[in-house]
């Protein structure tokens, strides 16, 4: 196992020096340039391979949370067309997607101003997956509504608009990982707290990438998760100080600290066993999270040579991850296609990027 010098190899940034220090992204135009009257933004979806439940206020900014994720390359893609001056009225017009993108989209236009753009969401990715795929379509409109706007936001602040949106202006309760995974991209460690989110960038070389993109599966159960109902159920646990929800959490805030370190030190086999221990935290805060189905892929994954296996997202559905002994890939795949949908991905090494 890594030790903790592995964080030395670490990119640390907190999101206020980031904001204050880092050159902007390319996803908003520039100042002295002209706005275009279509903008396309894409931001990728994520793993989390731990700690996802402890970016979740009160816990975070009362006790500290830390998540492991990893950004893959299954896209929310916005698009925005502003119509000209001379067609534009003052009633709203209806972003097109789906319903939970549609709302996202209309909400970020009316923060920005701009209930006259013609907004479309679409997505690579199944609806309800676990992969942080509604935070990833807000991260991508608030981009392509920045641009079209001229305004220059850091990926720190995309991730704080996005998450304001979210849970401030349609009530919809979550965490923080999934707006930075979509706008930083590539692998992180996060830590949170009442005094804001510290960003660490993990690298990862050519070979790292490519072992775990082999070796992590995904695979979609075709059940959608009850991110809402359950994150509420856990969070009232949490305030009445149950003890075995508060020793859950303790200790998913501290493997996905290792998990960070492995990933530093390039240790697959390491963090295949986090990512086992991970779920069985992770399951036990509530009865809704596991599912027959998880834990018949987990099972049938197991068997066929997985080191480690956990639900992503809050779970009771979605996707499931997998990661393969060395070698064993392939049958870990043949093993449980018959479950579900795979997820082919690579890393999106990017966070959220203007296309046009």
Same mark, same amino acid.
């Given at each position: 196992?890594?030790?903790?010098?592995?964080?030395?190899?670490?990119?640390?940034?907190?999101?206020?020096?980031?904001?204050?220090?880092?050159?902007?992204?390319?996803?908003?135009?520039?100042?002295?340039?002209?706005?275009? $009257?279509?903008?396309? *933004?894409?931001?990728? *979806?994520?793993? =989390?391979?731990?700690? !996802?439940?402890?970016?979740?206020?009160?816990?975070?900014?009362?006790?500290?949370?830390?998540?492991?994720? /990893?950004?893959?390359?299954?896209?929310?893609?916005?698009?925005?067309? @502003?119509?000209?001056?001379?067609?534009?009225?003052?009633?709203?017009?209806?972003? *097109?997607?789906?319903?939970?993108?549609?709302?996202?989209?209309?909400?970020?236009?009316?923060?920005f101003g701009m209930t006259?753009? @013609?907004?479309?969401?679409?997505?690579?990715?199944?609806?309800?997956?676990?992969? !942080? &795929?509604?935070?990833?379509?807000?991260?991508?409109?608030?981009?392509?509504?920045?641009?079209?706007?001229? $305004?220059?936001?850091?990926?720190? %602040?995309?991730?704080?608009?996005?998450?304001?949106?979210?849970?401030?202006?349609?009530?919809?309760?979550?965490?923080?990982?999934?707006?930075?995974?979509?706008?930083?991209?590539?692998?992180? &460690?996060?830590?949170?707290?009442?005094?804001?989110?510290?960003?660490?960038?993990?690298?990862?070389?050519?070979?790292?990438?490519? %072992?775990?993109?082999?070796?992590?599966?995904?695979?979609?159960?075709?059940?959608s998760r009850i991110s809402? $109902?359950?994150?509420?159920?856990?969070?009232?646990?949490?305030?009445?100080?149950?003890?075995?929800?508060?020793?859950?959490?303790?200790?998913?805030?501290? *493997?996905?600290?290792?998990?960070? $370190?492995? /990933?530093?030190?390039? =240790?697959?086999?390491? /963090?295949?066993?986090?990512?086992?221990?991970?779920?069985?935290?992770?399951?036990?805060?509530?009865?809704?999270?596991?599912?027959?189905?998880?834990?018949?892929?987990?099972?049938?994954?197991?068997?066929?040579?997985?080191?480690?296996?956990?639900?992503?997202?809050?779970?009771?559905?979605?996707?499931?991850?997998?990661?393969?002994?060395?070698?064993?890939?392939?049958?870990?795949?043949?093993?449980?296609?018959?479950?579900?949908?795979?997820?082919?991905?690579?890393?999106? %090494?990017?966070?959220?990027?203007?296309?046009?």
């Open positions: 196992m890594a030790n903790h010098d592995a964080w030395n190899t670490f990119s640390a940034i907190s999101a206020a020096y980031h904001a204050a220090t880092h050159n902007a992204i390319a996803v908003t135009a520039r100042r002295s340039q002209r706005v275009s $009257e279509t903008i396309i *933004t894409r931001a990728p *979806t994520r793993i =989390d391979f731990g700690g !996802g439940w402890t970016d979740v206020p009160p816990y975070s900014d009362e006790m500290g949370g830390f998540v492991c994720n /990893l950004a893959i390359a299954r896209y929310a893609t916005v698009t925005v067309e @502003r119509p000209s001056i001379s067609t534009r009225g003052h009633e709203q017009i209806p972003a *097109t997607g789906t319903s939970a993108d549609r709302s996202i989209a209309e909400a970020a236009a009316r923060r006259d753009a @013609r907004i479309n969401v679409q997505s690579d990715f199944p609806l309800g997956a676990g992969l !942080g &795929g509604s935070s990833a379509a807000g991260v991508a409109t608030v981009a392509a509504l920045a641009a079209a706007r001229d $305004e220059v936001m850091q990926p720190s %602040e995309i991730a704080e608009l996005s998450r304001a949106i979210e849970i401030g202006d349609l009530g919809v309760p979550g965490g923080r990982q999934d707006h930075y995974a979509a706008a930083y991209g590539g692998a992180l &460690g996060l830590r949170f707290s009442a005094a804001g989110v510290e960003v660490s960038r993990i690298p990862l070389g050519a070979e790292l990438r490519a %072992e775990l993109e082999q070796r992590c599966i995904v695979i979609y159960t075709g059940k809402g $109902e359950t994150i509420e159920a856990v969070l009232g646990a949490y305030r009445n100080r149950e003890s075995r929800v508060l020793e859950a959490l303790d200790r998913m805030r501290a *493997t996905a600290e290792s998990m960070a $370190e492995a /990933l530093a030190a390039r =240790d697959v086999d390491a /963090l295949a066993d986090l990512v086992a221990e991970q779920w069985r935290h992770q399951r036990s805060l509530h009865p809704a999270i596991p599912t027959p189905l998880i834990d018949e892929i987990i099972a049938q994954g197991a068997a066929a040579g997985a080191m480690g296996a956990k639900a992503l997202g809050a779970s009771g559905g979605g996707c499931v991850l997998l990661i393969a002994k060395r070698g064993r890939s392939d049958e870990v795949r043949e093993a449980v296609a018959h479950l579900g949908e795979l997820l082919p991905f690579t890393v999106a %090494e990017r966070g959220v990027e203007r296309c046009r």
